[in-house]
Protein backbone atom coordinates (compact mmCIF):
# COMPACT_ATOMS: atom_id res chain seq x y z
CA UNK A 1 0.00 0.00 0.00
CA UNK A 2 1.53 3.46 -0.82
CA UNK A 3 -0.20 5.59 1.28
CA UNK A 4 -2.95 4.81 4.21
CA UNK A 5 -4.95 8.03 5.94
CA UNK A 6 -6.71 6.54 8.80
CA UNK A 7 -9.36 8.48 11.01
CA UNK A 8 -9.21 11.64 9.52
CA UNK A 9 -11.28 14.40 11.93
CA UNK A 10 -10.89 18.24 10.97
CA UNK A 11 -12.69 21.25 12.20
CA UNK A 12 -12.69 24.66 11.38
CA UNK A 13 -12.84 27.33 14.00
CA UNK A 14 -15.54 30.09 12.80
CA UNK A 15 -16.95 32.84 14.66
CA UNK A 16 -20.10 30.96 15.05
CA UNK A 17 -18.30 28.12 16.32
CA UNK A 18 -17.12 25.16 14.79
CA UNK A 19 -17.40 23.87 11.19
CA UNK A 20 -16.89 19.75 11.49
CA UNK A 21 -15.31 19.61 7.74
CA UNK A 22 -14.25 15.71 8.02
CA UNK A 23 -14.94 12.65 10.14
CA UNK A 24 -13.06 9.68 10.81
CA UNK A 25 -11.90 9.81 6.98
CA UNK A 26 -9.82 6.92 6.10
CA UNK A 27 -8.17 5.98 2.62
CA UNK A 28 -6.26 3.29 1.35
CA UNK A 29 -3.99 4.06 -2.01
CA UNK A 30 -2.41 1.06 -3.91
CA UNK A 31 0.62 2.10 -5.65
CA UNK A 32 0.18 2.73 -9.33
CA UNK A 33 -3.66 3.01 -8.59
CA UNK A 34 -5.64 6.37 -9.29
CA UNK A 35 -8.15 6.59 -6.84
CA UNK A 36 -10.88 8.90 -7.20
CA UNK A 37 -12.62 11.44 -4.26
CA UNK A 38 -15.79 12.53 -5.31
CA UNK A 39 -18.24 14.42 -3.49
CA UNK A 40 -20.43 17.82 -3.89
CA UNK A 41 -19.24 20.83 -3.22
CA UNK A 42 -18.54 20.81 0.19
CA UNK A 43 -18.10 17.71 1.47
CA UNK A 44 -14.37 18.01 2.01
CA UNK A 45 -12.28 16.86 -0.62
CA UNK A 46 -9.93 19.53 -0.68
CA UNK A 47 -10.00 19.32 3.65
CA UNK A 48 -8.36 15.95 2.73
CA UNK A 49 -5.75 17.11 0.53
CA UNK A 50 -4.84 19.68 2.71
CA UNK A 51 -4.65 18.02 5.35
CA UNK A 52 -2.11 15.46 3.49
CA UNK A 53 -0.17 18.09 2.23
CA UNK A 54 0.10 20.06 5.77
CA UNK A 55 -1.79 23.27 3.72
CA UNK A 56 -4.69 23.44 6.10
CA UNK A 57 -5.50 26.74 7.06
CA UNK A 58 -4.68 28.53 10.34
CA UNK A 59 -8.19 27.81 11.77
CA UNK A 60 -8.21 24.46 10.87
CA UNK A 61 -7.73 21.62 13.67
CA UNK A 62 -6.71 17.88 12.49
CA UNK A 63 -8.54 16.29 16.20
CA UNK A 64 -7.12 13.00 14.44
CA UNK A 65 -5.61 11.35 11.57
CA UNK A 66 -2.57 9.04 11.09
CA UNK A 67 -1.21 9.00 7.48
CA UNK A 68 1.17 6.00 6.60
CA UNK A 69 3.03 6.88 3.23
CA UNK A 70 5.24 3.95 1.89
CA UNK A 71 5.90 2.35 5.19
CA UNK A 72 6.16 5.48 7.21
CA UNK A 73 3.46 6.91 9.53
CA UNK A 74 2.67 10.77 10.55
CA UNK A 75 0.50 11.83 12.78
CA UNK A 76 -1.52 14.56 11.07
CA UNK A 77 -2.94 16.29 14.79
CA UNK A 78 0.80 17.89 14.57
CA UNK A 79 1.07 20.87 12.56
CA UNK A 80 3.33 20.13 9.39
CA UNK A 81 3.55 17.07 10.35
CA UNK A 82 3.68 15.92 6.48
CA UNK A 83 5.79 19.37 5.74
CA UNK A 84 9.22 17.58 5.24
CA UNK A 85 7.65 15.14 2.33
CA UNK A 86 6.06 17.82 0.54
CA UNK A 87 7.66 18.19 -2.72
CA UNK A 88 9.62 14.85 -2.08
CA UNK A 89 6.85 12.08 -1.14
CA UNK A 90 4.10 14.02 -1.93
CA UNK A 91 3.69 16.38 -5.18
CA UNK A 92 0.07 17.97 -5.76
CA UNK A 93 -1.60 19.64 -8.60
CA UNK A 94 -4.37 22.28 -8.25
CA UNK A 95 -6.92 23.35 -10.64
CA UNK A 96 -4.75 26.68 -11.24
CA UNK A 97 -1.06 26.08 -12.26
CA UNK A 98 -0.45 29.23 -10.83
CA UNK A 99 -0.99 28.18 -7.53
CA UNK A 100 2.21 26.13 -7.85
CA UNK A 101 4.28 28.57 -10.24
CA UNK A 102 5.68 31.74 -9.15
CA UNK A 103 5.31 34.26 -12.19
CA UNK A 104 8.50 36.07 -11.50
CA UNK A 105 11.22 33.22 -12.56
CA UNK A 106 11.40 30.99 -16.31
CA UNK A 107 9.59 27.82 -16.43
CA UNK A 108 13.51 26.25 -16.89
CA UNK A 109 14.67 27.85 -13.11
CA UNK A 110 11.49 26.07 -11.37
CA UNK A 111 11.83 22.62 -12.36
CA UNK A 112 15.60 22.96 -11.92
CA UNK A 113 14.59 24.36 -8.62
CA UNK A 114 12.77 21.31 -7.84
CA UNK A 115 15.99 19.02 -9.19
CA UNK A 116 17.99 20.88 -6.49
CA UNK A 117 15.62 20.41 -3.59
CA UNK A 118 15.51 16.52 -4.46
CA UNK A 119 19.22 15.67 -5.75
CA UNK A 120 21.25 18.86 -3.75
CA UNK A 121 25.16 19.23 -5.78
CA UNK A 122 23.98 17.75 -9.04
CA UNK A 123 25.07 20.59 -11.50
CA UNK A 124 23.38 23.19 -13.42
CA UNK A 125 23.98 21.41 -16.76
CA UNK A 126 22.75 18.29 -16.00
CA UNK A 127 19.66 19.14 -14.35
CA UNK A 128 18.71 21.89 -17.36
CA UNK A 129 18.65 18.66 -19.54
CA UNK A 130 16.41 16.71 -16.96
CA UNK A 131 14.10 19.11 -17.03
CA UNK A 132 13.75 20.26 -20.77
CA UNK A 133 13.48 16.42 -20.36
CA UNK A 134 10.56 16.46 -18.10
CA UNK A 135 8.74 18.80 -20.61
CA UNK A 136 9.51 16.41 -23.51
CA UNK A 137 8.07 13.77 -21.51
CA UNK A 138 4.17 15.75 -20.81
CA UNK A 139 4.42 16.36 -24.45
CA UNK A 140 4.73 20.21 -24.07
CA UNK A 141 5.85 21.81 -27.66
CA UNK A 142 9.22 23.45 -27.96
CA UNK A 143 10.06 22.18 -24.61
CA UNK A 144 14.17 23.85 -24.92
CA UNK A 145 11.92 27.31 -26.02
CA UNK A 146 9.75 26.66 -23.17
CA UNK A 147 12.41 26.28 -20.62
CA UNK A 148 13.31 30.51 -20.98
CA UNK A 149 9.76 31.32 -21.21
CA UNK A 150 7.43 32.52 -18.04
CA UNK A 151 4.01 31.08 -16.74
CA UNK A 152 2.10 33.90 -17.87
CA UNK A 153 3.16 33.20 -21.58
CA UNK A 154 2.02 29.69 -21.70
CA UNK A 155 -2.01 28.75 -22.11
CA UNK A 156 -3.66 27.09 -18.97
CA UNK A 157 -3.31 23.61 -20.53
CA UNK A 158 0.30 24.61 -21.28
CA UNK A 159 1.30 25.33 -17.35
CA UNK A 160 -0.33 22.54 -16.29
CA UNK A 161 2.05 20.53 -18.18
CA UNK A 162 4.38 22.33 -16.79
CA UNK A 163 2.77 21.26 -13.04
CA UNK A 164 2.85 17.76 -14.19
CA UNK A 165 6.43 17.75 -15.75
CA UNK A 166 7.52 19.39 -11.69
CA UNK A 167 5.48 16.83 -10.21
CA UNK A 168 7.27 13.83 -12.72
CA UNK A 169 10.85 15.50 -11.32
CA UNK A 170 9.69 15.44 -7.90
CA UNK A 171 9.33 11.39 -8.28
CA UNK A 172 6.14 11.20 -5.52
CA UNK A 173 4.95 8.13 -3.82
CA UNK A 174 1.85 10.15 -3.65
CA UNK A 175 0.07 12.34 -6.45
CA UNK A 176 -2.84 14.51 -5.16
CA UNK A 177 -4.42 15.95 -8.01
CA UNK A 178 -7.45 18.81 -7.31
CA UNK A 179 -9.79 19.94 -9.78
CA UNK A 180 -6.57 19.42 -12.20
CA UNK A 181 -8.96 19.95 -15.55
CA UNK A 182 -12.17 22.27 -14.17
CA UNK A 183 -10.51 24.74 -16.03
CA UNK A 184 -9.67 23.30 -19.09
CA UNK A 185 -12.05 22.52 -21.87
CA UNK A 186 -12.60 18.81 -22.43
CA UNK A 187 -9.68 18.09 -25.20
CA UNK A 188 -7.57 19.51 -23.37
CA UNK A 189 -8.54 17.92 -20.17
CA UNK A 190 -8.47 14.06 -21.89
CA UNK A 191 -4.99 14.90 -22.88
CA UNK A 192 -4.06 16.36 -19.05
CA UNK A 193 -5.51 13.04 -17.72
CA UNK A 194 -3.48 11.11 -20.35
CA UNK A 195 -0.28 13.32 -18.65
CA UNK A 196 -1.19 12.22 -14.90
CA UNK A 197 -1.21 8.65 -15.92
CA UNK A 198 1.44 8.63 -17.72
CA UNK A 199 2.93 10.14 -14.89
CA UNK A 200 1.67 7.48 -12.89
CA UNK A 201 2.94 4.72 -14.63
CA UNK A 202 6.62 6.34 -15.26
CA UNK A 203 7.08 6.33 -11.37
CA UNK A 204 4.27 4.22 -10.25
CA UNK A 205 3.16 6.71 -7.61
CA UNK A 206 -0.28 6.20 -5.90
CA UNK A 207 -2.80 9.29 -7.65
CA UNK A 208 -5.81 10.38 -5.38
CA UNK A 209 -7.97 12.57 -7.85
CA UNK A 210 -10.28 14.74 -6.57
CA UNK A 211 -13.53 15.59 -8.62
CA UNK A 212 -16.79 16.69 -8.65
CA UNK A 213 -17.13 14.52 -11.93
CA UNK A 214 -17.87 10.81 -11.75
CA UNK A 215 -17.10 10.44 -15.67
CA UNK A 216 -13.56 11.34 -14.83
CA UNK A 217 -13.40 8.41 -11.95
CA UNK A 218 -15.09 5.98 -14.22
CA UNK A 219 -13.01 6.65 -17.20
CA UNK A 220 -9.69 7.26 -15.56
CA UNK A 221 -9.79 5.66 -11.65
CA UNK A 222 -9.22 2.82 -10.49
CA UNK A 223 -11.05 2.81 -6.93
CA UNK A 224 -13.30 5.33 -5.31
CA UNK A 225 -14.05 6.97 -1.93
CA UNK A 226 -17.50 8.70 -2.13
CA UNK A 227 -17.49 12.24 0.23
CA UNK A 228 -20.88 13.30 2.06
CA UNK A 229 -20.58 16.23 4.50
CA UNK A 230 -17.10 14.88 5.69
CA UNK A 231 -18.05 11.25 6.17
CA UNK A 232 -16.80 8.77 3.69
CA UNK A 233 -19.96 6.92 2.79
CA UNK A 234 -18.70 4.41 0.18
CA UNK A 235 -15.45 3.12 -1.07
CA UNK A 236 -14.24 -0.24 -3.52
CA UNK A 237 -13.44 -0.34 -6.80
CA UNK A 238 -14.58 1.66 -9.63
CA UNK A 239 -16.26 -1.47 -11.26
CA UNK A 240 -18.08 -2.65 -8.01
CA UNK A 241 -19.46 1.06 -7.12
CA UNK A 242 -20.17 1.74 -10.58
CA UNK A 243 -22.04 -1.81 -10.86
CA UNK A 244 -23.52 -2.20 -7.73
CA UNK A 245 -23.66 1.16 -5.56
CA UNK A 246 -23.93 0.12 -1.51
CA UNK A 247 -25.32 4.00 -0.81
CA UNK A 248 -27.88 5.65 -1.74
CA UNK A 249 -26.16 8.41 -2.05
CA UNK A 250 -23.79 7.03 -4.58
CA UNK A 251 -26.54 5.34 -6.27
CA UNK A 252 -28.11 8.96 -6.75
CA UNK A 253 -24.65 10.41 -7.80
CA UNK A 254 -24.30 7.72 -10.85
CA UNK A 255 -28.51 8.64 -11.66
CA UNK A 256 -27.85 12.25 -12.10
CA UNK A 257 -24.12 12.53 -13.67
CA UNK A 258 -23.99 13.83 -17.14
CA UNK A 259 -21.78 11.62 -19.57
CA UNK A 260 -18.55 13.36 -20.09
CA UNK A 261 -19.11 15.37 -23.49
CA UNK A 262 -18.95 19.02 -24.31
CA UNK A 263 -22.51 20.45 -22.77
CA UNK A 264 -20.84 19.38 -19.42
CA UNK A 265 -17.81 21.61 -20.24
CA UNK A 266 -20.03 24.46 -21.41
CA UNK A 267 -21.28 24.74 -18.01
CA UNK A 268 -18.05 23.07 -15.92
CA UNK A 269 -18.70 26.11 -13.24
CA UNK A 270 -22.13 24.32 -12.01
CA UNK A 271 -22.46 22.00 -9.54
CA UNK A 272 -23.73 18.60 -11.65
CA UNK A 273 -24.58 16.98 -8.28
CA UNK A 274 -27.62 19.35 -7.51
CA UNK A 275 -29.93 17.26 -9.17
CA UNK A 276 -29.67 15.75 -5.74
CA UNK A 277 -32.93 17.58 -3.65
CA UNK A 278 -31.75 19.12 -0.94
CA UNK A 279 -28.39 20.44 0.57
CA UNK A 280 -25.63 19.39 2.66
CA UNK A 281 -26.25 19.46 6.41
CA UNK A 282 -25.02 22.40 8.54
CA UNK A 283 -21.67 21.82 9.42
CA UNK A 284 -21.74 23.00 12.60
CA UNK A 285 -24.44 20.95 13.63
CA UNK A 286 -24.20 17.58 12.67
CA UNK A 287 -27.67 15.39 12.66
CA UNK A 288 -28.29 12.18 14.74
CA UNK A 289 -28.74 8.95 13.18
CA UNK A 290 -27.58 9.10 9.58
CA UNK A 291 -25.63 11.79 7.89
CA UNK A 292 -27.44 11.45 4.35
CA UNK A 293 -30.90 10.95 5.69
CA UNK A 294 -32.49 13.72 5.68
CA UNK A 295 -32.37 13.24 1.55
CA UNK A 296 -32.40 10.17 1.39
CA UNK A 297 -35.00 8.13 -1.00
CA UNK A 298 -35.07 4.64 1.07
CA UNK A 299 -34.85 5.95 4.60
CA UNK A 300 -36.53 4.02 7.56
CA UNK A 301 -36.56 5.14 10.91
CA UNK A 302 -33.79 3.63 12.71
CA UNK A 303 -31.50 5.94 9.96
CA UNK A 304 -32.83 9.43 11.78
CA UNK A 305 -31.42 8.09 15.31
CA UNK A 306 -28.55 5.10 14.47
CA UNK A 307 -25.06 6.15 13.25
CA UNK A 308 -24.37 3.77 10.56
CA UNK A 309 -21.14 1.83 10.85
CA UNK A 310 -19.37 0.55 7.94
CA UNK A 311 -20.37 -2.36 6.42
CA UNK A 312 -19.26 -4.97 3.24
CA UNK A 313 -21.65 -4.76 0.24
CA UNK A 314 -22.71 -7.94 -1.15
CA UNK A 315 -20.22 -9.87 1.66
CA UNK A 316 -16.63 -8.28 0.02
CA UNK A 317 -14.48 -6.73 2.52
CA UNK A 318 -13.07 -4.58 -0.24
CA UNK A 319 -16.35 -2.68 -0.83
CA UNK A 320 -17.95 -0.93 1.82
CA UNK A 321 -20.98 1.92 2.34
CA UNK A 322 -21.72 3.34 5.75
CA UNK A 323 -25.74 2.56 4.86
CA UNK A 324 -27.99 0.81 7.61
CA UNK A 325 -29.83 -0.95 5.28
CA UNK A 326 -26.24 -3.55 4.73
CA UNK A 327 -25.79 -4.00 8.81
CA UNK A 328 -26.92 -7.67 9.37
CA UNK A 329 -29.44 -7.41 12.00
N1 LIG B 1 -10.72 27.94 6.00
C1 LIG B 1 -11.97 27.53 6.27
N2 LIG B 1 -12.69 28.06 7.27
C2 LIG B 1 -13.92 27.64 7.57
N3 LIG B 1 -14.53 26.64 6.93
C3 LIG B 1 -13.89 26.07 5.91
C4 LIG B 1 -12.58 26.47 5.52
N4 LIG B 1 -12.18 25.70 4.47
C5 LIG B 1 -13.20 24.86 4.22
N5 LIG B 1 -14.22 25.06 5.08
C6 LIG B 1 -15.50 24.32 5.17
O1 LIG B 1 -15.18 22.94 5.30
C7 LIG B 1 -16.10 22.15 4.54
C8 LIG B 1 -15.33 21.31 3.52
O2 LIG B 1 -14.73 22.20 2.57
P1 LIG B 1 -13.80 21.66 1.38
O3 LIG B 1 -13.28 22.86 0.66
O4 LIG B 1 -12.82 20.70 1.91
O5 LIG B 1 -14.86 20.90 0.48
P2 LIG B 1 -14.73 20.42 -1.04
O6 LIG B 1 -15.48 19.15 -1.13
O7 LIG B 1 -13.30 20.42 -1.45
O8 LIG B 1 -15.49 21.57 -1.82
P3 LIG B 1 -15.21 22.13 -3.30
O9 LIG B 1 -15.54 21.00 -4.22
O10 LIG B 1 -16.15 23.28 -3.43
O11 LIG B 1 -13.76 22.54 -3.34
C9 LIG B 1 -17.09 23.12 3.94
O12 LIG B 1 -18.21 23.21 4.82
C10 LIG B 1 -16.32 24.43 3.91
O13 LIG B 1 -17.20 25.55 3.97
Known amino acids: MAISLRNLSVNYSLQQGTAHALRGVSLDIEKGQMHGLVGESGSGKST ?3 A ?9 NVTSGTATIE ?22 IFQDPMLSLNPVF ?46 HELSGGMRQRVVIAMALLSEPALLI ?21 GLRDRIGCAVLLITHSLGLVTEYCDAISVLYAGEKLESGTVRQVQRQPGHPYTRML ?7 DRERHADASQNRFTVIAGDLPDPR ?15 FEDCAVVSPGDYPVRNDDSHSARCLRLATP
Open 254 to 260: FDCEVPI
Open 48 to 50: VAF
Open 106 to 151: TIGTQLCEVLRRRTPGSDRKTQGAMAEDALAKVRLSNPGRRMNQYP
Open 177 to 197: ADEPTTALDVTVEAQIMREII
Open 52 to 60: LMGLLANNA
Open 285 to 299: RRPPGCIFNARCDVS
Open 71 to 92: GKSFDLTKRNATADLRGRGMAM
